[in-house]
């Protein structure tokens, strides 16, 4: 077993060491750090109008309806041919 014989633990108690707390608090810089650069970059976002979102999600609804009509289809027809052959 290896004895910790290293100089200037300073009397830590609670087995903290110095890196220890020296990482949390460095570990919670970042953090803050992260938080204050995520808070400028969402500042440069171009936000989209009312207008460009409205027609946005109606494209995009109009599209899903569209794909559903078709694959129903499809896969009605898949269906009834398989149904004949197998009858």
Known sequence: ???N???GSGGQQGGET???TSGVASKAQELKVF???AQVELKK?????RKETVTTCAAV???VAVMS???GLVDLGLSKA???VLS
Do not use: G, Q, Y
């Open 1 to 3: 077993m290896a004895k």
């Open 5 to 7: 014989t290293a100089k």
């Open 18 to 20: 110095p890196e220890t």
């Open 35 to 37: 938080f204050e650069e």
């Open 45 to 49: 976002v171009t936000w989209p109008s």
């Open 61 to 63: 609804m109009i599209l």
């Open 69 to 71: 009509l078709f694959l």
């Open 82 to 84: 398989v149904e004949i």
